[in-house]
């Protein structure tokens, strides 16, 4: 008669939990054991971790391979000088509005960009992200091609001094970054994520199964721009200027989360998370060298596509079996 093996205290996702709390806790109080320097790289890296994330689900999931997501992250920002310095709101209500301004643009091109497959919708988010770059561009009252910058006194709304200042935006890339990364967990978790999981599959069979192929796809591309165009404020407002060039950077908002997606790991939320802190070690430890980090990082994709087409998480996890964020589940 064999003994039963004794169940642990705590299950691996309870541990994962409360690890994920603890972390959050220290990262929280940033402000209070960290440079100022260090909390504007600790808000970049989390800036880039959402953005990584939202992608991965366009791509990884719902086979939208997008390179025009750098016009959310634009219309976000530029939805936040227009309400805060244009019409005199308050910043935090500006934000309120990103989300809307993007899911609006999102609802209005995603029936146009559908209609393409593989390259040529890839080809036509970006023309589309150009098209909107160069009408705000062109419109004089928000600086033309030199863009704006936040009046005064709506710096001064964000907060009384500096220090809170940089403090209340680094909360909010922290609670965008790690929220998007939740929020993409839970999402995958449900119904809603296994649609998007059969569709990434097989796509055909997913529809055979009474999936509505469209609107799931319509519903994740909007959802995303909304998400993106509000994570886009908050990194302009950090900035407090902004300008065509830099709102829809195709490098700074595409190039480089389709880079950190593919070495982490394209269709994982881990890889999301593995490939934003390879990029940005890689960054800093080469940033003296200009852009050679680019050629290094580069060198990095294309090895990772030659090892391994689900990126170095995908290697390890096949390797160790280890999963930080289990998303598949068993339908009774």
Known sequence: MTSKKP????????????ALVAALIILAA????????????MGEFFSFLGLAVLWNLLAGYAGLLSVGQQAFVGIGGYTLFVISAKIGLSPYIALLTAPLAGALVAAIFAPL??????????????????????????IPELGGGAG?????????????????????????????????????????????????????DNSLAAGSLGIDIWKTKFLIYVGVAAVTSLLGAVIFL???RISPDSAFNVNDWTVYIIFIVVIGGIGRLEGALLGTILFFI??????????????????????TM???RVGLWGLLEQKTGWTIFPVTRKVD
């Open 7 to 18: 169940k642990p205290f705590l299950s691996s996702e309870a541990i994962l939990a409360l």
């Open 30 to 41: 940033a402000p209070w054991w960290a440079s100022r320097s260090d909390i504007r790289l």
């Open 113 to 138: 960009l559908f209609r393409l497959n593989g390259a040529y919708f890839a080809i036509g988010t970006w023309v589309a992200a150009e098209t909107i770059s160069l009408c705000f561009g062109m």
């Open 148 to 200: 704006m910058s936040l009046p005064v006194a709506t710096v001064k709304a964000i907060a009384a001094n500096r220090p809170d200042r940089e403090a209340y935006i680094y909360w909010m890339l922290l609670s965008m970054g790690m929220g998007t990364l939740i929020g993409a967990y839970l999402l995958l978790r449900s119904k809603a994520g296994l649609a998007l999981m059969a569709i990434r």
């Open 238 to 240: 950090q900035k407090l």
């Open 282 to 303: 890689t960054r800093e430890l080469l940033a003296d060298l200009g852009a050679v980090y680019l050629i290094v990082l580069g060198l990095i994709a294309i090895v």
């Open 306 to 308: 030659l090892i391994s």
